[in-house]
């Protein structure tokens, strides 16, 4: 299906007259309501509890119900359903943020992202621990823009944050069981209860898994299945009147299969070597290839553990709360990356991370008729070990030497390893086979220390007066280490032949066999290459907000938003600065009671400044292999958001969200052999995307309520540049295309019991059983010529049962 421009005039219009998304927090909620049966939304977007009417920021709130509507288990499962924000999550150790078109492509741990997750206000330190399944999720704010002053370090794009449910004083308990296909189950289970009149105990647990939507053509092995399993504890203690602690333990555990590779050149099944160079006239469409799949040690799987402490005391005319975090995560991520079941071209990387850290914070917050502030300090430490793991085997490398002409270059009249083999046979031994690793080890240690303060001034009772500030100070440290390949099963095949004495006749010498590094050339000292350095920021912010009239704010703000320096883990010896982002925003925050509407909107410019991006380039150090490095760039962009909702009467809500963004390259070349100048090109973000929604409950009577619900999420074609097609966001293939226009549309119904005790639902996601390349990964095509493609989920179907009491 494809979207018609009457379909997006539509979508606009209905945006534009107010017929647009806010979603609804029941737990959020104040008991006021604002008339026709909208509710009062509390948020804590400037780390203080304020009605979201009141606070001016470009917000969307995420609630249980647009939970509920998608069957959403993990951020990732939101993609599409807040426009503006981008999750790509294939691979759940390794997902990737976007917000406003600004992301962090690179996952490795000498670089952040620049969009902040934050659970209960502790920062997600890193990706490989940012994407988990949702614990008794109360609801999801997600901040547009840069969030510097309010949040800190690498919120430059944006700031999701996840907010929690925390023990209550009533027995409350809820089971919620799915069944559906593709093998799919999903158990949660939730118990609230006090434990005498000062302590109240919450425990929820989830387990989840699924069979897997592809199938490897080869063995019949289900590829993208799920498993993983997540528990939380949290216990509050009220002290005294004025002062209460909660202790909160997380577990998260995966152990799946790594995401699979999608050839997208054809293999027979008698082909033993791929053709050389790629040719995309040959392509074939990865919605309808045989998917073949052969990683030794297939495997993704994270194993987490996180404790917080808050301790909340009321002085009176101030609010204090000490927020203390230890966190805990070991990830391994092993995929394949040359689509084929074939040894000459086999090739696997890993993504190996061991991470701990420590967050502490003291905030301050009080409010007088004029003034309320917050202010607070904060330390932040982590220690993170990271190993980029790369496989083959050594016909691999022969493939590898006469693809590139390296045989040619040393004056081997055949291939190394399956020429030689062939003279070697009568003694029994081969060089085929044999597996060949690469790696790169990498240390990080990381400081960082902030103070911040943010004071709204109440001008009169019309206008605010909003100043914050930050400063916070970075410190790294950084290791490579990178020895020589490890191949101790061809060191005994030459080890052997030496003892025969095979190489004194033989023309080529066993030192050949022994050559350099092919992925990671650049060699370091023994003991590693390390470098230190530490950054600097102040994050300001300005806001001036003013009732026009009771129901109707309109805003404006400067504010700056800023990503730590480091390193790319990588490239040896690599540093980089600051990113940093300045952006200017005025808005609109207004409900109407009478028609029932609610209408936010925004329009923002930015200009980003140092940008980093990890990119697929060629002949860096003098390797024609290809190499992901760091890419800088100056961007620039201007844009909409249009949130609100439309209730007319009780039973019947419209939904909409609507993003607009134009973003170009004010100044970027690209690096590698023949650079490109992409100044005052798109960087590939669309123009458009949006989010459409609409539900209706039935009373029932006795018999309980009956809803209907439907979410729509649309996202325009992406606007390639020239550098695009290369790494892999846009491809204008003949058979298929990467960067369209993609949809999705979800159905649940859903019936209640009167007594709100039982429930029962059945929901399809993406009804139209659309599916969309969602990208192209040419890491092994200028060597293997192999590329691969990854595509999105097809429609699933299932059932929910829910008891609560």
């Known amino acids: 299906m494809r979207t018609s421009n009457k379909r997006l005039a539509y979508a606009m219009a209905m945006a534009l007259t107010g017929v647009a998304v806010m979603a609804v927090a029941p737990g959020a909620v104040s008991a006021q309501e604002t008339g026709a049966g909208l509710e009062e939304i509390v948020v804590t977007a400037q780390r203080r509890s304020q009605s979201l009417q009141d606070v001016p920021i470009a917000i ?48 490795g741990v ?48 944006g700031a999701i944050s996840i907010v929690t449910r925390q023990p209550e004083d009533e027995f409350h308990s809820l089971l919620r069981v799915r069944f559906g296909e593709y093998g799919k189950q999903y158990y949660e289970g939730m118990l609230n209860t006090p434990l005498g009149e000062k302590v109240a105990l919450r425990v929820n647990g989830v387990y989840n898994k699924s069979d897997g939507w592809l199938e490897d053509a080869a063995t019949g092995r289900d590829l993208m299945p799920e498993k993983n399993w997540a528990g939380r504890a949290a216990l509050r203690w009220e002290l005294s ?51 073949y799949n052969d990683v030794v040690g297939n495997e993704e799987s994270r194993q987490l553990d996180q404790v917080n402490l808050f301790i909340d005391h009321s002085f009176g005319a101030a609010e204090f709360r000490s927020s203390t975090s230890w966190r805990q995560f070991e990830t391994v991520n092993r995929e ?77 009249p055949f291939p190394l390893f399956a020429g030689t083999s062939s003279f070697i046979e009568p003694f029994g031994v081969s060089m085929l086979g044999l597996p060949w690793r690469e790696a790169m080890y990498n240390r990080g240690d990381f400081e960082a220390f902030a103070a911040f303060g943010d004071m709204i001034w109440h001008v009169n009772d019309r206008t605010n007066l909003t100043f914050g500030l930050r400063y916070t100070h970075d410190k790294k440290k950084f290791t490579w280490i990178n020895g020589p390949h490890e191949t101790p099963e061809l060191d005994q095949v030459v080890a052997t032949l030496q003892q025969l004495e095979f190489f004194d006749d033989f023309p080529i010498p066993a030192a050949a066999y022994r050559f350099s590094d092919i992925i990671f050339a650049v060699d370091t000292p023994p003991g590693g290459l390390t470098r230190k350095d530490s950054w600097d920021d102040v994050s300001p912010r300005l806001v001036l907000d003013y009732k026009v009239a009771p129901n109707l704010m309109v805003f404006g703000s400067l504010a700056k938003g800023y990503k730590a320096g480091g390193y790319n883990s990588t490239e040896v010896g690599s ?30 410019y930015y200009i980003y400044e140092n940008k980093q991006a990890i990119a697929l380039v060629n002949d860096v150090a003098g390797s024609d292999i290809p190499q992901y490095v760091i890419d ?21 809500r419209l939904y909409a969200n609507v993003a607009f963004i134009d973003a170009t390259y004010k100044e970027k070349i690209t690096r590698g052999t023949d650079p490109l100048d992409l100044s005052g090109e798109p960087t590939g973000e669309p123009y458009l995307s949006a989010a459409l929604g609409a539900s209706y409950d039935w009373a029932l009577g006795a018999a ?3 809803e209907l619900s439907g979410r729509f999420a649309y996202r325009g074609k992406s606007r390639c540049n020239a550098d695009s097609e290369r790494q892999g966001n846009c491809a204008l293939q003949s058979i298929f295309r990467v960067g369209e226009a993609t949809e999705r549309l979800d159905l649940r119904l859903g019936w209640t019991s009167a007594n709100e005790k039982f429930g029962l639902a059945t929901y399809v996601t993406n009804v139209l059983d659309e599916q969309y390349v969602t990208g192209i990964n040419n890491i092994t095509t200028d060597t293997f010529g192999t590329p691969f493609a990854s595509i999105s989920e097809p429609r699933w179907w299932g059932v929910e049962a829910t008891v609560s009491f």
């Open 632 to 652: 800088v760039s100056d961007e620039k962009a201007w844009g909409i958001d249009v949130d609100a909702q439309w209730r007319p009467v009780d039973q019947f």
């Open 60 to 107: 969307q709130v995420v609630d249980s119900t647009l939970i509920k509507d998608v069957v959403a288990e993990n951020l990732g499962d939101l993609n599409g359903f807040v426009p503006g924000l981008v999750v790509s999550d294939n691979s759940p150790t390794q997902p990737r943020y976007q917000i406003r078109g600004i992301q962090t492509g690179d996952f």
């Open 241 to 291: 009147d004025k002062t209460s602690a909660t202790l909160s333990w997380d577990h998260d555990d995966l152990d799946q299969l790594a995401r699979p590779a999608i050839g997208i050149v054809p293999v027979q099944a008698d082909q033993a070597q791929i053709p050389f160079p790629a040719d995309p006239a040959t392509y074939i469409d990865p919605r309808n290839a045989p998917v």
């Open 575 to 604: 540093e980089f600065e600051n990113e940093d982002v300045w952006n200017v925003e005025t808005g609109i925050k207004s409900v109407f009671p009478d028609a029932g509407v609610v209408l936010n909107a925004s329009a923002f």
């Open 336 to 412: 394949d990356e040359d689509g084929t079941n074939l040894i000459a071209t086999y090739f696997d990387t890993a993504n190996i991370e061991d991470n701990e850290s420590f967050y502490q914070e003291f905030k301050l917050s009080g409010q007088s008729a004029r003034i309320d502030w917050v202010g607070g300090v904060s330390y932040y430490k982590e220690k993170a070990d990271q190993i980029s793991d790369t496989h083959t085997f050594t016909d691999g490398i022969d493939t590898l030497g006469v693809n590139l002409g390296i045989f040619d270059q040393l004056g081997l």
């Open 704 to 706: 309980g309520d009956l």
């Open 110 to 157: 000498g670089t952040d992202p620049a969009v902040g997750v934050y659970v209960d206000g502790i920062y997600a330190a890193r990706s490989g621990a940012s994407l988990l399944a949702f614990n008794d999720v109360e609801r999801i704010e997600v901040l547009k823009g840069p969030q510097g002053t309010l949040f800190g370090r690498n919120s430059a794009a």
